[in-house]
């Protein structure tokens, strides 16, 4: 099988299984914290990162044997640690788009990249830019994940 044809199947799943891990599996507990100041917010932001990419890494596993895409499971591995790590820097952001001031890392990169008035004036900006990192992301995840054969 191509590298190409194991990508597409990876980001099919890893984008399936990323609605499934944010909307599905997600508690809303944790949904509702994991952008809050300090350590509890940190905590729920963990927890719902593990639930999503167990859920990742059950599709992509359930899509490798399926399929016999013959992914390598180091690569498959690195793609779900990518996916993991930039879920969580965008999500500690949940529900603090609309802050003043210094908010977070990934608010006022998305700042200066000159999206603040979009932010300041539509409360669904900040979601739709989480999305679509989220989506970039799973791309690149997915490349990882494919790349090479056992």
């Known amino acids: ?11 099919a799943v890893l984008t399936a299984a990323h609605e499934v891990g944010d909307y599905w599996v997600q508690q809303d507990t944790d949904a509702v914290a994991k952008g809050a100041h300090g350590p509890d917010g940190r905590a ?42 930039t879920h969580y820097v965008a999500d500690r952001s949940g529900g603090r788009w609309q802050e003043t001031g210094p908010s977070t890392r990934f608010v006022r990169m998305a700042r200066r990249a000159g999206h603040a008035k979009w932010i300041a004036r539509d409360p669904g900006a900040g979601p739709l830019m989480d999305q679509a990192w989220h989506h970039g992301w799973i791309a690149v995840a997915a490349v990882v994940a494919a790349g090479g054969e056992r």
């Open 1 to 11: 099988m191509s590298a190409a044809a194991r990508f597409a199947a990876a980001y």
């Open 44 to 85: 729920a932001c963990v927890r719902h990162v593990a639930s999503y990419t167990a859920t990742q890494a059950i599709s992509l596993l359930a899509a490798d044997r399926a399929l016999r895409l013959g992914l390598n499971w180091r690569r498959a591995a690195a793609g779900l640690a990518l996916s993991a790590v």
